[in-house]
């Protein structure tokens, strides 16, 4: 099993910055990739960014130019930091990590972007 642990949600300012964190342990197999999902109210959850162990990112068109998406030496957290956040941002954010067995998912943490 693997557990994710997520950090670093809360509310800000549209226009401000948030960073969030995911530490995965357990079981970790590799390869893998850890990311980000997002689900606002009313609507489906829909991949903000990933990363895998070799390396590669891919992004939600919302995210590009905003976002980034980063994973220590490790592999086992992965860090999203977000600029420029808009309420549209706001939503629940889902740390991910899928390998070729198992997906696996943290609680969730709150992001919300309001004056």
């Known amino acids: 099993q693997v557990q994710l642990v997520e950090s670093g949600g809360g509310l800000v300012q549209p226009g401000g910055s948030l960073r969030l964190s995911c530490a995965a342990s357990?079981?970790?197999?590799?390869?893998?990739?850890m990311g980000w999902y997002r689900q606002a109210p009313g609507k489906q959850r829909e991949l903000v960014a990933s990363?895998?162990?070799?390396?590669?990112?891919n992004y939600a068109d919302s995210a590009k130019g905003r976002f980034t998406i980063s994973r220590d030496n490790a592999k086992t957290t992965v860090y999203l930091q977000m600029n420029s956040l808009q309420p549209e941002d706001t939503a629940v954010y889902y740390c991910?990590?899928?390998?070729?067995?198992?997906?696996?998912w943290g609680q969730g943490t709150q992001v919300t972007v309001s004056s």
């Open positions: 357990g079981s970790i197999l590799r390869p893998n990739s």
């Open positions: 990363a895998t162990t070799g390396g590669k990112t």
């Open positions: 991910n990590l899928h390998n070729l067995l198992n997906d696996f």
